[in-house]
């Protein structure tokens, strides 16, 4: 079976930071693409940060570029996003997903195509 399974998520004050993890099962996560996305109260889900299969490369919605930083670690099937500075509007429901390759100028739009989503783990960040 197909999974990612999100964790790390909590409650932190503004300015601290968090670690999330997306651990894959049923599949190598190094032949897949995966994405961050999030989605608040209201809202429609946006792309955050994706991690492409090829190379490695990597990009960020404006946003968080400078706070936020993906990478994998394939020997544990894992991709992690690290979040510095985080900000109440960082607030959310944090997803990944998987795909062939990265959006880089349509990570929102990905969102549509990726797959394999895992439940989300929630992050809110507030004093």
């Known amino acids: 079976q197909v999974q990612l399974v999100e964790s790390g998520g909590g409650l932190v004050q503004p300015g601290g930071s968090l670690r999330l993890s997306c651990a894959a099962s049923?599949?190598?996560?190094?032949?897949?693409?995966i994405g961050w996305f999030r989605q608040a109260p209201g809202k429609e889900r946006e792309g955050v940060s994706c991690?492409?299969?090829?190379?490695?490369?990597?990009y960020y919605a404006d946003s968080v570029k400078g706070r936020f930083t993906i990478s994998r670690d394939n020997a544990k099937n894992t991709v992690y996003l690290q979040m510095n500075s985080l900000k109440p509007e960082d607030t959310a429901v944090y997803y990944c997903?998987?795909?062939?390759?990265?959006?880089?100028?349509?990570?929102?739009?990905?969102?549509?195509?990726?797959?394999?989503w895992g439940q989300g783990t929630q992050v809110t960040v507030s004093s």
């Open positions: 997903a998987s795909h062939s390759w990265c959006y880089p100028r349509g990570m929102d739009e990905s969102r549509n195509v990726f797959g394999s």
């Open positions: 049923g599949f190598t996560l190094d032949y897949y693409a």
């Open positions: 991690i492409s299969s090829s190379d490695g490369s990597t």
